[in-house]
C-alpha cells in the first residue's frame, strides 16, 4: 500500500469534502481515505497494484473538484491552483472591499426612508423626487438592481460553484448561498416587470405593493455578508496553522559553506550530505550534522521544547533549525533537506493536521445529507406558508433565509482546526501526535502501562550490594564479571563496571549460553557456572532456601539480585539498583490524579517490582515479564475492556506499542518503537506523557464544543428561519440576518480552537542554569568541561571499521563507573563521554584496548 497526500480545489463546506471522500473510497484498493476541509487536502493509502494517482484525480473531478498530488502543480481545467491561506484571504479582502463599495448605495436606496426616520431628520428633496412614490418606482427598483449586478459578478464563485454541484446531485454550501442570493435578484427582476406592467396599466396599488417587496438589497448583502465570514474564517484559520508555520519558517535560508577551502554562501536548497558548514553566533543551522570544530551553546527550543541551551562540541550531533547561541562552530552536514530531524517533525505535523479523528466522520456523514435536507426544508416551508394563506413575498422571504441560514461550513470546520491547532502546539513541546485518530484515543484511555527501564529509569543500574560466601571477594567478582562479559544485560554492564572500579579483571569464561529473560551459563576452568534470577535457579535445580531472607530484603530496597552459582552451590549474590528519572515521580503521581490505572511491566522479581511499585506510588506492577510476553499483557488488558496507553523505549516494546490502544515512544528509544508508536516524547520526559493525554483531552473537548455549536445553531436556527415563532410572537428572521449569522457560526468555531494555543505542558521547573559555574578546559585534543557534578571528555579512537565497531565501544565504555552517558561518532572516530568522577586516561585507554581498539586522543 502506498501512502499518499493531494491537494484539493474546489471544497467550501464539510458537504464538499464528504462528496470527494465518498467520491476515492468508492475506488478499489483505496484505503484510510481521509479528506481536509481545513488545509484543502486529501490523503489516502491505495494498491498501486490496482490504482495510480491519475484515477484518483480523475475520480475527484469526476465529483466536480480539482485534484494534484501535493507538491506537484496541476491546473485540470476549471480548477485554480491552491494558494496559501494568506494569499487567499488578501484576495478576499479586495473583494469584500468592492462588494461593501456597491452594497452600501444599494442599503442606502433601499432604506433611505427608515434611515432618516431612525435619525428623526426629513427626506431631503432629491431623494424624493429620485426614488418616492410610485411615480419612481422603476427609477428606485432600477437603481438597486444595477449596483447588485458588480456585487454578483465579484462574487460569482458562489453561483458557477453552487448551480454546478446542484445540477451534478451534489448540493453544498455554495448551492445555498447562491440560490439563496440568485432567488431574491430574480424576485426582485420580476417585481420590476410586475411594477412596468402596473405603470403601463395604471395600476398604481400593483406598483405600491411590489415596490416594497423587493430583494435586491438581499441579494447583495447574503453573498456580501457570508464573504465577510469567509475572510475572518480564512484570517482565523491561518491562526491555526502558526506552529506549524513557525517550524518551517525558522531554517535559514543560507549556509556559509567551506568548498575546496574557500568559504561560500549557498541556498540551503544546494546543501549536500558531507558539506563542512560554518555557523556564527545567532544563526540558525541549516542541516543536521556533527560538530568537527569549536564549542558553542545551542537553543534547541524549536525542536524540543526545553528552554535551556545545550552545550555543544566536537563530536556531538547539532540539528537544522536551533539557533547558535555563544560561539562559532565549524560542523559536518550529515542531513540536509528532507531528511533533517525538523523537516521529519513538519512532515508528521502536517500529516497529523490532516488526518482526521474518528468522530469526525459522524459530521461528514451528516454534512453529505444536510444540504439536499435543507432545500427540501426551505420548499416545504415556503409552500406551507402559502398554503396559510400568506403572501408569495413572505413565504419566499421564509425560504431564502432557510437556506443561507443553514449551511454547514461550522460542521466541516469543527474537526479539522482543534487537530491542526491542538497537534501543532504538541510539536511546540516535543510532543509528536501522529494523527487525529490517536488524539481521539489518547483522551478515552484508562490505563497506562509502562515499561520499567529506560523509561521510568534512567536505564543505567549500577551495582549496590555484594556478597561472596564461599570464596574471596575479588575471585568471586572475577567469576561474575567473567560470565557477564558476553551479556547485553543492563545489570551485566552494570557486574562489569563495578569490577572495572575494582580493577579485577574478568575470568575466562567458555561455553557461554544466555537464556533469554532468566540468566546465563558457562564454564570457568571447566566446571558449569550459573548466573541469574531466582527463578532461573531453581529451574537449574541450585538451592537457594539459605539466602531467601537476603534475597527478600534486597528486593524490599528495590534492589536487583543476581544470583551466581558453581554447580548446584550458590556462591554469592549481586544486586543492583536503577535510578529514576525526575520526572517518573511527579508524572506517575499525575497520571494517578487523572484517575488512570498506572501499571509497570519488568523483568525484575516480584519484591522488588514491589519496592518500586510503592516508592513511585504506581497502581500495579508486573513482574518477571519476558519480553516477547509484553504483547500478550496489553492484549490481555485489552480483553478486560481498558483503553490502553503503553509508554516504551526499546526495540523488545514495538510489538507491544502496537498492540496497545496508542503507543507513545520515548524519544530517545529506538527507531524500531519510535515508527511503532502513535505519539513520540522527544525530550525522554515521561511529564510529556501526561502532557500528551492532556493535550489529547483538551482536543477533543473543543471538537465536542464545535460540534455541539454547530449542530445547535442548525437545530435552532432553521425552525426561526422557517417563521415557528412567528404566529405567536411575529419574530421572522430576514435573508440578511441568516447570512449574517451562518458567517458568525463558522468564525465562532475556529476562534473557540484558537483557545487550545494556550494549553500549558507539565514540567518540573529546571534547575538555575550553571553556565557561570562551568570551566571549559582544552587539553590537547581531549575537552574536558567541568560542573559541580559531571565532566565531559572527548575521546579519539583507532579501528573503528562499521557499526558493530561502534556498538562495542559504546558499550564499553557505558559499562565503566562513574560513566552516565556516552555518544561514539564512527565517522570521526570519537566517542563523547559524561562522567560523575575524573576518570584518568589510562583507565579509558585500557578499557578501549580491552574492547579490541585504540585510544590516540
Not at 114 to 135: H, K, T, Y
Not at 320 to 339: C, M, S
Not at 451 to 477: C, H, N, W, Y
Not at 581 to 588: P, Q, Y
Request: glycine share 8%.
Amino acid at each position: 500500500m502506498r501512502k499518499e497526500r493531494f491537494d484539493i480545489t474546489g471544497m467550501t463546506c464539510s458537504a464538499c469534502s464528504a462528496r470527494v471522500e465518498k467520491a476515492v473510497t468508492k475506488l478499489k484498493g483505496t484505503t484510510e481515505v481521509s479528506v481536509n476541509l481545513l488545509t484543502n487536502s486529501m490523503q489516502l493509502s491505495y494498491d498501486e497494484a490496482m490504482l495510480n494517482p491519475e484515477q484518483i484525480i480523475q475520480a475527484v473531478e469526476q465529483a466536480g473538484y480539482g485534484a494534484s498530488v501535493k507538491g506537484v502543480k496541476a491546473e485540470p481545467a476549471g480548477q485554480r491552483e491552491t494558494v496559501p491561506l494568506e494569499k487567499e484571504a488578501a484576495a478576499m479582502r479586495k473583494r469584500l472591499l468592492w462588494s461593501v463599495v456597491f452594497l452600501l448605495p444599494v442599503m442606502f436606496i433601499a432604506m433611505h426612508q427608515m434611515i432618516f426616520g431612525w435619525l428623526g431628520l426629513p427626506v431631503p428633496d432629491f431623494l424624493q423626487e429620485l426614488f418616492a412614490g410610485p411615480e419612481n418606482a422603476i427609477t428606485f427598483s432600477f437603481a438597486q438592481f444595477l449596483l447588485i449586478l458588480p456585487i454578483m459578478y465579484l462574487n460569482r464563485k458562489y453561483y458557477i460553484n453552487g448551480f454546478r454541484n446542484l445540477f451534478q446531485g451534489a448540493p453544498n454550501m455554495d448551492s445555498l448561498v447562491g440560490m439563496g442570493s440568485m432567488a431574491a435578484a430574480l424576485f426582485g427582476a420580476f417585481a420590476v416587470f410586475r411594477m412596468g406592467w402596473g405603470l403601463g396599466h395604471s395600476d398604481l396599488a400593483l406598483v405600491t405593493e411590489y415596490s416594497r417587496n423587493l430583494y435586491f438589497e438581499s441579494a447583495g448583502m447574503i453573498v456580501t455578508l457570508i464573504t465577510v465570514g469567509k475572510f475572518l474564517e480564512a484570517r482565523a484559520k491561518g491562526k491555526t496553522g502558526e506552529a506549524l508555520a513557525r517550524l518551517m519558517e525558522l531554517a535559514p535560508q543560507k549556509a556559509s559553506v567551506l568548498r575546496d577551502g574557500q568559504e561560500i554562501s549557498l541556498p540551503v536548497e544546494e546543501l549536500v550530505a558531507g558539506d563542512e558548514i560554518i555557523v556564527r553566533p545567532g544563526e540558525r543551522l541549516p542541516a543536521d550534522g556533527t560538530v568537527l570544530s569549536g564549542q558553542t551553546s545551542v537553543d534547541e527550543s524549536a525542536l524540543t521544547g526545553e528552554s535551556l541551551p545545550v552545550f555543544k562540541k566536537p563530536g556531538d550531533q547539532v540539528t537544522a533549525a536551533t539557533l547558535n547561541k555563544a560561539g562559532a562552530i565549524h560542523f559536518r552536514a550529515d542531513k540536509v533537506g528532507e531528511n533533517t530531524a525538523i523537516s521529519q517533525i513538519i512532515r508528521l505535523v502536517d500529516e497529523a493536521s490532516a488526518s482526521k479523528a474518528p468522530m469526525a466522520r459522524l459530521a461528514d456523514r451528516i454534512a453529505g445529507i444536510f444540504v439536499p435536507v435543507v432545500i427540501l426544508i426551505a420548499l416545504t416551508a415556503g409552500g406551507v406558508w402559502l398554503a396559510m394563506g400568506e403572501s408569495v413575498e413572505f413565504a419566499f422571504s421564509i425560504a431564502i433565509s432557510i437556506l443561507v441560514i443553514s449551511c454547514p461550513c461550522a460542521l466541516g470546520l469543527a474537526t479539522p482546526v482543534a487537530i491542526m491547532v491542538g497537534t501543532g502546539k504538541g510539536a511546540e513541546n516535543g510532543i509528536l501526535i501522529k494523527s487525529g485518530e490517536a488524539l481521539e484515543i489518547a483522551q478515552a484511555v484508562d490505563t497506562v502501562v509502562l515499561d520499567k527501564t529506560g523509561t521510568i529509569t534512567e536505564g543505567r543500574p549500577q551495582v549496590t550490594d555484594l556478597l561472596a560466601l564461599s570464596m574471596p571477594e575479588a575471585e568471586f567478582l572475577a567469576l561474575a564479571a567473567g560470565l557477564e562479559n558476553s551479556s547485553e544485560h543492563p545489570l551485566a554492564e552494570a557486574v562489569l563496571a563495578f569490577a572495572r572500579e575494582k580493577a579485577i579483571q574478568p575470568a575466562a569464561v567458555h561455553d557461554f549460553q544466555a537464556v533469554p529473560g532468566l540468566g546465563l551459563k558457562g564454564k570457568v576452568q571447566g566446571e558449569l557456572c550459573l548466573a541469574g534470577s531466582e527463578a532461573f535457579m531453581q529451574e537449574q535445580g541450585v538451592d537457594i532456601v539459605a539466602y531467601r531472607q537476603d534475597l527478600k530484603r534486597l528486593a524490599a530496597e528495590g534492589k536487583t539480585p543476581l544470583l551466581f552459582a558453581k554447580g548446584k552451590t550458590i556462591i554469592g549474590i549481586i544486586a543492583a539498583a536503577d535510578k529514576e528519572k525526575e520526572s517518573s515521580v511527579e508524572a506517575i503521581k499525575q497520571l494517578t490524579a487523572m484517575g488512570l490505572e498506572v501499571i509497570m511491566l519488568t523483568g525484575d522479581n516480584e519484591r522488588t517490582a514491589e519496592a518500586v511499585r510503592r516508592r513511585l506510588g504506581i497502581t500495579r506492577a508486573i513482574a518477571g515479564v519476558l519480553p516477547a510476553a509484553k504483547e500478550s499483557h496489553i492484549a490481555d488488558l485489552q480483553a478486560q475492556g481498558h483503553k490502553v496507553a503503553m509508554i516504551g523505549d526499546g526495540i523488545n516494546d514495538a510489538p507491544a506499542l502496537t498492540r496497545a490502544d496508542i503507543g507513545i515512544a520515548i524519544g530517545a528509544g529506538t527507531d524500531v518503537a519510535i515508527d511503532s508508536a502513535d505519539a513520540v516524547l522527544i525530550r525522554s520526559n515521561l511529564l510529556d506523557a501526561v502532557s500528551a493525554i492532556k493535550l489529547s483531552q483538551a482536543v477533543i473537548r473543543n471538537i465536542k464544543e464545535n460540534l455541539f455549536w454547530a449542530f445547535i445553531y442548525n437545530i435552532i436556527g432553521i425552525p426561526l428561519a422557517a417563521g415557528l415563532l412567528y404566529p405567536a410572537f411575529g419574530i421572522k428572521l430576514s435573508p440578511m440576518i441568516g447570512a449574517a449569522a451562518m458567517s458568525l457560526s463558522s468564525v465562532c468555531v475556529v476562534l473557540n480552537a484558537l483557545r487550545l494555543r494556550s494549553f500549558k505542558t507539565f514540567s518540573i521547573t529546571p534547575p538555575a542554569d550553571r553556565a557561570a559555574d562551568r570551566e571549559d578546559i582544552q587539553d590537547g585534543q581531549e575537552t574536558v568541561r567541568k560542573d559541580e557534578k559531571t565532566m565531559q571528555k572527548e575521546l579519539k579512537i583507532e579501528g573503528m571499521m562499521c557499526a558493530h565497531c561502534q556498538k562495542h565501544v559504546n558499550d564499553a565504555l557505558s559499562k565503566m563507573a562513574g560513566v552516565t552517558s556516552v555518544e561514539v561518532n564512527l565517522e570521526t572516530g570519537t566517542a563523547t563521554v559524561t562522567t560523575e568522577r575524573d576518570i584518568p586516561r589510562t583507565e579509558f585507554a585500557q578499557v578501549i584496548t580491552e574492547a579490541g581498539y585504540e585510544l590516540v586522543g
